[in-house]
């Protein structure tokens, strides 16, 4: 007789360091994790929703054993409902009626809670879905649990519903290892969906809605997507510096980093300058107030002496406004020199020269790739720009490259088979986030992401970009379009959502608005430099051929008046054993963007830092 073999147990995804069970290993299951049922499993996570239903009461006979000695034992309900004849006779006497009566000795007798069942939805940060746990009121109360944002760690049995609904699995808990209370009062979020920007002022506590928490697989995806490619292409991953001593791009827009305390006292000296002109505000306002009276005394005639006095006033009023103006006037020559001093003592600053956030890690990556050959970095790269933009943000993520021995055709090949791997990675490991996003946030994510993974793309000049887009008549561009201008955000996505309907790359730019470093094509214009544009989000890829040649590179940067200082290290690598380089840099929140739908990228970055924004 052949003997019967012992059916599999589908293993449970366990977290190595907590000994709980990961949501998405048993709601991530075809079955939605009925194949589990019957397993005991710890799970933990935060309040989204909950409800209470109350168990149906159960008096239960009430059976009284003696004791040793022939007594019995007894509550102190039972002998205060023993003595309930007595206390209704001295109740009567003190007067009252018989309602009055029942009141009183409700709140004299305790009244046992009644019992319930809370029924939580959880969610633990790894899956779209939430699971549900039933808790008995006996087990914890349901006030301490039920708050949206309770964080709950608990053991129990996963079984099928014991409720009709759309779950197809719960976990009825015998155990509760943990209850993280919550300030109701204070709590930013709720059970109703919030708007984005209303979660911005809470960046610490967002993701724990599931758009944003979706939003953030998407982003840690695309980072995995990220290694795997230049990993599987044999790059080489190069951390560079977030403090430099380099404008990177020449175009001025850094920050600067400091220890000295100047800055302090032009911060004290701007409050009392507000101070100041919120004084001469308001002399000048009685000033204005006091002219009136003036001249309706005047027209009046009828009282000289007060004439007399408010003209006296006047010219008071007048000195000590002429006198404050003088002041404020002084105090602005003041703040000029503190600055100045602060650029004097560079000396005394924590890095004796001056340092600055990195605009683009792309020049040191260059050094690296002309001993490595080809390599990668990413990080944050910061940019003081003050205008307003639901694109741009003043610390954005960024992946750069840089490959030794390569053209710009090399380097554009590189970027489009990037673009199409990550594209395709997205489709494939993160189906039930995309499901969600398509849903919640814009049902064209997917046919976007296949758009990029099939690898349509139309390859253009920027001369033919000009010559196309001055063709429309059929829209009116705000911004300026003419030859030798940047291409606006409203060109960009005329191009990729009205003319070509996918994604561009645009190249050979005119020299003076890309960065001193691109290389000079033969017509003097215009450099080796390509950007890739694709629908809805804009530009995702800027890249270039790096100038090798040294006279060239220092023409350059003689023309765009930079300090040539600076780039001495720079112009290093073209003294001693140079090589042909390309590489670009790729904007990885604008590529979030085009993952998951969303219209700004502060919802597309953890802690986004803008212009007057950088909360926590």
């Known amino acids: 007789m052949a003997s019967e073999t012992a059916p599999v147990e589908t293993p449970l995804a366990l977290s190595k360091y907590s000994r709980r069970v990961f949501l998405k290993s048993v709601l991530g299951q075809s079955d939605g994790g009925v194949g589990f049922i019957g397993r005991r499993v710890v799970v933990g996570g935060w309040v989204k929703s909950s409800r209470e239903v109350r168990k149906e009461p159960i008096t239960p006979a009430v059976v009284v054993a003696p004791d040793a000695g022939g007594h019995k034992d007894v509550t102190c309900v ?17 007067g009252g009626g018989e309602q009055r009566i029942r ?12 019992p319930s069942i809370a029924i939580l939805q959880i969610s633990d940060g790894s899956c779209v879905p939430s699971l549900q746990v039933v808790v008995d009121s006996a087990l ?15 053991e129990g049995i996963l079984q099928l519903p014991s409720m009709q609904g759309k779950k197809t699995i719960e976990l009825k808990a015998d155990k509760i290892l943990h209850i993280g209370t919550v300030d109701q009062d204070r709590y930013p979020l709720s059970k109703k969906r919030l708007p984005l920007e209303n979660l911005r002022d809470s960046a610490h506590f967002r993701p724990r809605t599931t758009t944003v928490a979706s939003v953030m697989r998407i982003r840690n995806a ?56 919120v004084k001469l505000e308001v002399f000048k306002a009685s000033l204005k107030e006091k002219t009136k009276q003036v001249e309706e005394l005047k027209r009046t005639d009828s009282n000289k002496e007060a004439l007399a006095g408010a003209i006296q006033d006047i010219k008071k009023t007048t000195e000590l406004i002429s006198q404050l103006e003088a002041k404020e006037k002084a105090q602005a020559e003041k703040r000029k020199p503190v600055r100045t001093d602060n650029k004097d003592k560079v000396s005394e600053d924590f890095f004796s020269c001056q340092t600055f956030l990195t605009v683009s890690g792309r020049l040191h990556l260059e050094s690296y790739a002309c001993a490595l050959g080809n390599v990668y970095s990413i990080g944050p790269r910061f940019r003081a720009n003050r205008l307003e933009s639901k694109k741009s943000l003043a610390e954005a993520w960024m992946v750069e490259i840089e490959m030794a021995f390569s053209q710009l055709e090399d380097v554009v090949d590189c970027a489009n088979d990037f673009l199409k791997y990550i594209c395709k990675w997205i489709l494939e490991n993160s189906t ?87 290389r000079l094509n033969d017509d003097g214009k215009t450099v080796a430099a390509f950007d890739v544009v694709v629908p809805k989000v804009g530009t995702l890829i800027r890249g270039s051929q790096n100038e090798e040649r040294f006279n060239v590179l220092s023409t350059r940067i003689k023309e765009m008046g930079l300090a040539k200082e600076q780039y001495e290290w720079y112009l290093d690598l073209r003294r001693h054993g140079t090589a042909k380089c390309s590489g670009f840099t790729f904007l990885f929140d604008a590529l979030v963007l085009y993952v998951t739908g969303l219209n700004n990228v502060r919802d597309a970055v953890p802690f986004p830092r803008s212009f007057g924004k950088a909360n926590n």
């Open 432 to 518: 039930e986030d995309l499901k969600f996003v398509s849903k919640r946030i814009d049902n064209g994510v997917v046919d976007r992401l296949q758009l990029i993974a099939t690898g349509l793309v139309e390859n253009i000049s920027y001369t033919e970009a000009i010559e196309v887009l001055n063709k429309v008549t059929e829209k009116k561009f705000e911004a300026k379009l003419e030859w030798g201008v940047p291409l606006s955000e409203e060109h960009e996505s005329y191009l990729t959502d009205e003319i070509y309907k996918k994604p561009v790359i645009i190249y050979n730019h005119p020299k003076e608005i890309k960065p001193f470093y691109t």
């Open 140 to 154: 914890a109360p349901p006030t301490r649990i039920m708050p949206t944002g309770t964080c709950i760690l608990a």
């Open 78 to 94: 039972e002998i205060l409902q023993s003595r309930l004849p007595f206390f209704r006779s001295i109740l009567k006497v003190l």
């Open 103 to 114: 009141d009183k000795l409700d709140s004299i007798l305790p009244k046992p809670p009644q």
């Open 222 to 277: 695309l980072t995995q997507a990220t290694h795997a490619f230049f990993q599987e292409n044999g790059f080489l991953y190069v951390q560079v510096p977030i403090i430099t001593t380099t404008d990177s791009e020449g175009i001025g827009e850094n920050f600067q980093v400091t220890t000295l305390s100047g800055k302090g006292k032009i911060k004290n000296q701007s409050i009392r300058d507000d101070a100041e002109g």
